[in-house]
């Protein structure tokens, strides 16, 4: 299948012959590309990494739906390809367990079989008795329960390799040279230029780096920090087992007929190979390794030390495991990201793409969207969890990318709430204000590398007023929450409050080719009258929402772009791979240069008032306008617009004046009695009011029309990037809307991802939910089939494993007439 002989040109090379550069280049042919060129320093297809030593075992459900169908969609390939070696098919149909060793992990798998619903994973609970049936050689009585996924499967991922690689090379145009090694990029004029190899130097047009544990290395020759690193976990296979003796007669039968099986509170899995039993651990502390000494394979030395817990569990739970010794014994390495999810996309180095941070689960579905992405602009799923542009600058520094990459691996089988925060590191980033903040005693969380507090302690004497309209909590949803919340979100809307939203970023966009730029890549009209502020989304080709963003004229060249500070590099990236390159446009981050606060409530005009000489009526600064206005003695840009649906404003001073500008403002709101309020009030007031959150409620699987902000699109215009498909999904009809539903009882809860029902049918999933504290009724968002969302509609929300009655309700729930904002 593989060559040695070096070539000079390509227009595209992979580097790394491993399941992801496999599967890309098999999807890239289908695709009709062309003279693409795989090169892997090692052997193929059983080449140097995680590819060839990895157990194989494939579970389906992930939390993130984008993860979920990267495992289904790579199950549905793997399936379909022939075999590599006659007689030993790659893929095996086995199903998976995952098993509960406490109560608590009981109760979790209860929310993972949720999740599997939502995503459409067929998943069962099960008894210890009836996990037992399936895997005969387990003790019952040392579980609580398990959760059962029929799908899940076991791969020999090397063959999958090998069969992808030949029916690229079938379907023609792919080559693939082994025993080649990288050792330089060369690029010109900002674009990928040529591969350097020991084995000579390649030309091309673009490049695609799949080399997994090795990507570091390869990515710091272009300047480009890959944030992951290799780290070991722990591989062993048994004897043979007497009571598994049927599979042992000259290794015949099935190698793999027992589902696959993990044991997560131990942080195990485990696997039959024929008549022994592979056993994986992870419950060991983090032996990550450096990018640099990571060895010509992705296998290490076995540390003994490390196995006592698991040996000592893993006898507990398959009891037949006790009378044998381990015959099989290594470290292997896997690659571990900052946040979990793979680096895809392209780097800044135009030509130059990534596919990294990839297990073998996941890895046929992110060939494939890769590939899409390649080749449309575009994959056919939502992938923004894996851009390579999600990343703040902080987040790609060494330290932060040795910090998270090995609590990954510490917490790869913990239960994770989805409110819990970090914990190391923090305090990366702070407001001028901060130290006021603390002041107020505020639980804080990271948010965009900012420390943003969820509630602060100082306003627990609210209670006294609101208790009685704040539902209590106990359990799961009562984690990292606190009644506070609803206290400061009643009290804004009756009074004003004063946010700590410095995660706000700031990008200006400006030259004579800004107008432009931005028509071209805005849903919304952007050419206004300076001080108009508009709200507008960025659309894919396809008409989905790659931005959420409001952009207001500050000049007559001259543009602000306000976005979400974790959404920045993607956003920046965005504008510039659209920006033409004659030096028209000029594209700035200006989000540290300014910390904005939010000033909302119905007294926010007589605070903001007393705080500046500038006329701050209706009449003289009107809902959606922005003004250079003076608080005490600094100059600041002023944004009337409200993401809690209050009168008020996003007041923006320069950083070093920002702590001034805070203490004048709380002087000022003094005589109000005004409270500092949280990113938890933030939420409660926002989903009341209907507005979106990017990445939940609208993204790039859905277009505006469909999330309900078709409100913001201007189709009576010339060209912008997704208009073409907006005019045809409009014409067509709507098959989805997202819809508002209110829970019709007062023990409804939901916290999102959570399925919807439509009698016995799950038919969509929450994307949002929270208290609605000023209407009294708990609230969920999700996007529904045309023919289940009309209003008045009764349906149900399973959480964990409880149905609650829901209705489709008319939004906002809360002054749908807009009159508090604009008055």
């Known amino acids: 299948m593989a060559q040695t002989r070096p070539l000079s040109h390509a227009h595209l090379v992979i580097i790394g012959g491993g399941i992801v550069g496999c599967s890309t280049a098999y999807h890239l042919a289908k695709l009709g590309w062309r003279d693409i060129v795989v090169i892997d320093k090692g052997k193929l297809p059983y080449n140097d990494g995680s590819t060839s030593h990895a157990p194989g075992s494939m579970y389906l459900t992930n939390f993130s739906r984008m993860m979920t169908r990267f495992a289904v969609q790579s199950r549905q390939l793997y399936q379909e390809l022939p075999e590599f070696e006659a007689g030993r098919p790659p893929f095996r149909p086995t199903g998976g367990l995952e098993v509960a060793y406490t109560d608590e ?36 009585a040392v579980i609580v329960g398990s959760f059962y996924v029929p799908g899940d499967a076991n791969i020999i991922a090397w063959h999958i390799a090998g069969s992808l690689a030949r029916e690229a090379g079938r379907i023609g145009g792919v080559r693939f040279i082994q025993d080649t090694r990288v050792t330089d990029l ?37 300047g480009l920090r890959i944030p992951l690193l290799a780290a070991q976990h722990q591989y062993t296979i048994t004897e043979g087992l007497p009571e598994l003796s049927e599979y042992a007669q000259e290794r015949g039968g099935d190698e793999i007929v027992h589902p696959i099986l993990r044991h997560q509170d131990f942080s195990m899995y485990f696997r039959q190979h024929w008549d022994s039993y592979g056993i994986g651990n992870y419950r060991h502390v983090p032996l990550m390794v450096d990018p640099y000494r990571l060895g010509k394979t992705a296998i290490k030395p076995f540390t003994p030390k490390h196995f006592d817990t698991a040996w000592q569990a893993a006898r507990e739970l398959l009891p037949p495991v006790n009378n044998v010794d381990l015959i099989e014994k290594f470290n292997g390495m896997f690659a571990f990201t900052v946040d979990g999810f793979p680096v895809m996309g392209e780097s800044a180095v135009k030509g130059f793409w990534t596919a990294v941070g ?57 239960i994770i709430h989805p409110a819990q925060p970090i914990d190391r590191p923090r305090n990366v980033r702070l407001s001028p204000y901060h130290a006021r903040l603390a002041d107020q005693n505020g639980h804080f969380i990271p948010s965009a590398g900012y420390e943003i507090a969820q509630w602060y302690e100082a306003n627990e004497r609210l209670l006294a007023s609101y208790a009685a309209q704040i539902p209590q909590r106990t359990g799961w949803e009562a984690q990292f929450w606190s009644p506070i919340q609803g206290a400061e979100h009643l009290e804004v809307r009756a009074n004003v409050g004063l946010f700590n939203v410095s995660t706000l970023a700031v990008i200006e966009v400006g030259g004579p080719g800004a107008t432009g730029l931005l028509e071209r890549v805005a849903a919304n009209r952007i050419e206004r009258p300076i001080g108009k502020i508009v709200y507008t989304s960025l659309l894919t080709p396809k008409g989905g929402i790659a931005g959420d963003l409001t952009i207001m004229r500050l000049d007559q060249d001259r543009y602000w772009v306000v976005t979400g500070g974790a959404l920045l590099t993607r956003d920046m ?27 909302w409530g119905p007294n926010a005009r007589r605070v903001l008032q007393k705080a500046t000489g500038h006329d701050v009526s209706n009449e003289a600064f009107p809902y959606y306008t922005a003004r250079s206005i003076e608080i005490g003695c600094a100059p600041v840009v002023a944004l009337r617009i409200s993401y809690v649906g209050e009168l008020g404003w996003e007041l923006y001073p320069p950083a070093e004046y920002a702590l001034s500008v805070w203490d004048d403002l709380w002087a000022a709101g003094r005589e109000f009695g005004m409270i500092a309020a949280g990113a938890g009030a933030f939420d409660s007031l926002r989903l009341e009011k209907g507005y979106r959150l990017w990445g939940q409620d609208i993204h790039q699987d859905y277009n505006p029309f469909e999330a309900g902000t078709g409100w913001a699109v201007r189709l009576d215009r010339s060209e912008f990037v997704g208009r073409a498909a907006l005019l045809k999904a409009k014409a067509g009809g709507l098959a989805r809307l997202l819809r508002c539903l209110t829970f019709d009882t007062a023990t409804g809860m939901a916290l999102g991802k959570e399925p919807i029902f439509d009698g016995d049918h ?48 008319v939004e906002p729930l809360f002054d749908p007439t807009n009159k508090r904002l604009k008055g």
Request: hydrophobic share 35%.
């Open 762 to 809: 799950c038919i969509g999933y929450v994307t949002s939910a929270n208290m609605g504290y000023s209407v009294g009724k708990h609230i969920a968002y999700g996007y529904l089939p045309a023919e289940s969302s009309a209003l008045g509609r009764q349906l149900e929300i399973e959480y964990f494993g409880e149905r609650h009655p829901v209705t489709v309700g």
């Open 186 to 222: 060369e690029v010109d004029r900002g674009r990928i230029g040529a591969i350097v190899t020991d084995q000579g130097t390649i030309r091309c047009e673009q490049a695609l780096l799949c080399a997994n544990i090795w990507a570091p290395v390869i990515g710091e020759k272009l």
């Open 358 to 414: 990839v297990w073998i689960t996941h890895a046929g579905g992110v060939g494939k969207a890769i590939a899409e992405l390649m080749t449309a602009g575009e994959a056919e799923i939502d992938i923004h969890e894996a851009d390579i542009n999600r990343l703040l600058p902080f987040q790609q520094t060494r330290r932060y990318v040795e910090l998270r990459s090995a609590q990954n691996y510490r917490e790869v089988y913990d």
């Open 573 to 599: 990236a965005w504008l510039r791979r659209h920006a033409p390159d004659d030096g028209s446009v000029t594209i700035t981050d200006h989000s540290s240069r300014y910390m904005p606060i939010g000033l």
């Open 105 to 140: 992990r009981m109760q979790d798998l209860k929310r993972k079989h949720g999740v599997a619903t939502s995503y459409g994973v067929e998943s069962y609970l099960l008894t210890p008795g009836e996990t037992a049936h399936h895997i005969p050689i387990l003790d019952p």
